[in-house]
């Protein structure tokens, strides 16, 4: 896009009440953050989880697919990483309710610009890079959870060159979004559906949910093991166009993400230490320990214990088997109860790791 153009669609945007900076209501839409892992395989029985770049989501259902999703560094330039989607195992009878999308889900606080529901409200300016193996043709959507998952769809093709995919999606005057921390808004990339999806006509304008007219006139991601699919530089905001990329630091997007997901002494060596201080022992089953969160997060936490950890004192070592996370936890800090045996009642000691990639994930996404 020409300097011209860019100030061009700026300028529009701004007329349109959008604009400026942090205008990109996607968060890690340059995938440069992966606290999961760079890597997942074997992906494609029913999920809707989050397994490489963070905030995005791969939602599957009902299909014998199967692929390999990875942090890449193909990317087109200007960018160091994108998401890559690598079919290793076709699915080509493909049955009615079959459906493969990656998905981002975003609070209803972060999506009141756009003033939906009221006479003001904004057009949507969507826009991304992809390339693929072979020319493809897929479905971009976005969805309101708040009122009865309204939506709206466009299809995009996607070629064997980095190319960049811009797409406007009307305003919308009927339900506002929730001024909350939940999930109001969705932005579905749209890889692979069956008839329950594809058999309407394609929902161009918002209107409220139909199955048939959500994917209508895609193409099958699973119909080849020589399938691939990459995308970065994800970017929705307030406007009539969509403009160039709104790159950030790494630590803004790093922060962003730990809002949703974070990692305590994940991926350390073995005996690194886990929590802010002394655990202890509050009997001889149980000892309780904290960690901090940096930043806040967007809600409580659920806690899982990744790989094993002891609790150490006076020079013994006791295996803490289970943890869970205690209702007195307070705002920035976690207390911790992880269940052990063997150790002395009242007792201080600490929390170490015992082997490589061990600690705690701690999640709050939507």
């Not at 897929?138 to 960049?164: K, P």
């Not at 950890?309 to 088997?321: D, K, L, M």
């Not at 920035?332 to 201080?348: C, K, N, P, V």
């Amino acid at each position: 896009m020409s300097k011209a153009a860019e100030l061009a669609n700026l300028i529009g945007n701004i007329n349109a009440g959008g604009g400026g900076v942090n205008r990109n209501v996607i968060i890690n839409g340059a995938m440069n953050v992966a606290q999961r892992g760079i890597s997942s395989t074997g992906l494609g029985a029913d999920a809707d989880t989050i397994p490489t770049c963070d905030r995005w989501f791969h939602s599957v259902a009902n299909t014998a697919g199967r692929f390999t999703m990875t942090q890449d560094s193909s990317a087109p330039t200007g960018f160091a990483n994108s998401i890559k989607l690598d079919c290793t195992t076709a699915d080509t009878s493909i049955a009615a309710g079959e459906v493969l999308l990656l998905r981002q889900k975003i609070e209803g606080q972060n999506v009141q610009m756009f003033a939906k529901g009221t006479s003001d409200a904004k057009p949507y300016a969507l826009s991304f890079y992809v390339k693929a193996n072979a020319s493809a043709t897929y479905v971009a959507e976005l969805m309101d959870n708040d009122n009865s998952n309204r939506h709206v769809n466009q299809t995009f093709t996607v070629g064997t060159d980095w190319s960049r995919v811009e797409i406007s999606f009307p305003a919308d005057t009927t339900g506002a979004f929730d001024d909350d921390n939940g999930d109001s808004l969705n932005l579905n990339i749209w890889l692979h559906a069956g008839s329950t999806r594809t058999s309407g006509t394609l929902q161009t304008t918002w209107g409220a949910l139909n199955q048939g007219n959500r994917c209508v006139g895609i193409s099958s991601f699973f119909s080849s093991t020589d399938n691939t699919f990459f995308i970065t530089g994800v970017q929705l905001e307030v406007g009539q166009n969509p403009t160039e990329f709104e790159h950030e630091p790494f630590e803004r997007t790093l922060t962003k993400c730990q809002r949703y997901f974070q990692n305590a002494a994940r991926n350390a060596n073995a005996n690194e230490h886990i929590g802010d201080s002394m655990g202890h022992a509050e009997n001889t089953t149980r000892v309780d320990f904290i960690i901090s969160l940096h930043p806040n997060m967007r809600a409580t936490p659920s806690v899982t214990k990744v790989g094993n950890f002891i609790f150490r004192e006076n020079g013994s070592n006791r295996e803490v088997t289970s943890i869970n996370l205690n209702g007195a936890s307070m705002d920035r800090r976690l207390w911790i109860e992880g269940t052990t045996s063997g150790h002395t009642d009242e007792a201080s000691g600490r929390i170490y790791t015992n082997g490589t990639n061990v600690g705690i994930t701690i999640d709050a996404e939507l």
